[in-house]
């Protein structure tokens, strides 16, 4: 679980297309999702995560997305 604090983000699932994070946005990534989140490309943004304990879970970290696929976030 993702909570937008300040700043403004994006969050976006593989193949689904990227959602915006503001301060009190709440955003459910459920398990073995694979995502990335970070800040929008014009603001900073400052987050909490939280991850809920569950069965066959757990937080696997990716490689970067670079800033040529940054650059072709879908909106």
Request: contains cysteine.
């Amino acid at each position: 679980m993702l909570v937008g604090v300040a700043g403004r983000g994006r969050n976006q699932e593989e193949g689904k297309c990227a959602v915006e994070i503001l301060p009190g946005t709440v955003i459910h990534i459920h398990a073995n999702t694979k995502h990335w989140h970070g800040a929008a490309k014009d603001s900073w943004f400052a987050h909490l995560a939280f991850e809920v304990p569950g069965e066959n879970t757990s937080t696997e970290w990716l490689k970067s997305v670079s800033d040529n696929e940054y650059s072709k976030l879908s909106k």
